[in-house]
């Protein structure tokens, strides 16, 4: 069973771009999350898309937003990037109500 | 609200030698708990989990006890090897409509040869 993807695996931004993040999850999961870790900040909760829908976001400005397709893969967009927010995304799913979730590799974003 | 505490690393042992990784935990609710794995310059990977009070959680040679009346969630392993060095992070999630992961700040650990 293919686990969770992301992509790109690196990116490389400046400051005031915008930036696209994608995740695949496991098959038959139909909920995604994604996480930042940024230095020192440890792992945040950022938003949780599930059947299409966006359930709940963590304590992040409104241009962190993102969308969850019909086949459950969702992106993540950060509009008018900031110095801090470099850090590695990191995307997760889980099957229904379960508690186990499970995380991708992670998209490591530099802005410069 | 909800929280999850860790001992401060970085933790560095010598191959063999025990480890435990405390983590204590603050909850409104009975969460699952989880122990978390990160290898350097990959994502997490999931150690193990208890989902009740007395549940023990154990994969490859770790292992940790659900405590409900210390309210804590300790790694232990009996004899550490070079490939364990990474960072571990304790998590909790009450699962259902309830959602995302509450993590610790983790615990990098490294093994000496």
């Known amino acids: 069973e293919a686990g969770v993807t992301q992509s790109p695996t690196h990116l490389i931004k400046t400051r005031g771009q915008q930036v696209t993040l994608r995740c695949s999850p496991i098959?038959?999961?139909?909920?995604v999350y994604w996480y930042q870790q940024a230095l020192g900040l440890g792992l945040q909760f950022l938003l949780w898309?599930?059947?299409?829908?966006?359930?709940n976001r963590g304590n992040f400005p409104p241009r962190f937003s993102g969308r969850q397709f019909p086949n459950y893969s969702s992106e993540l967009n950060v509009n008018a990037l900031e110095l801090e927010d470099s850090a590695l995304y990191l995307c997760?799913?889980?099957?229904?109500?379960?508690?186990?979730?499970?995380f991708g590799p992670g998209t490591r974003l530099t802005v410069l | 609200g909800d929280s999850v505490t860790q001992m401060e690393g970085p933790v560095t042992l010598s191959e063999e030698a025990f480890l435990t990784i405390n983590c204590t935990y603050t909850a409104t609710g009975y969460p699952s708990l989880f122990w978390y794995v990160q290898y350097p310059g990959e994502g997490l990977q999931l150690l193990l989990k208890?989902?009740?009070?007395?549940d023990k959680g154990s994969n490859k040679g770790f292992e940790a006890t659900y405590r409900k009346e210390t309210t804590s969630f300790h790694l232990e392993k009996g004899s550490v090897q070079v490939s364990d060095s990474a960072v571990y992070f304790c998590a909790l999630n009450y699962g259902g409509s309830q959602g995302n992961l509450i993590f610790g700040k983790g615990t990098k650990l490294s093994v000496k040869p």
């Open positions: 997760a799913s889980r099957r229904g109500l379960t508690d186990t979730q499970y």
């Open positions: 098959s038959g999961h139909t909920s």
């Open positions: 898309y599930d059947e299409g829908e966006e359930r």
């Open positions: 208890a989902t009740k009070a007395d």
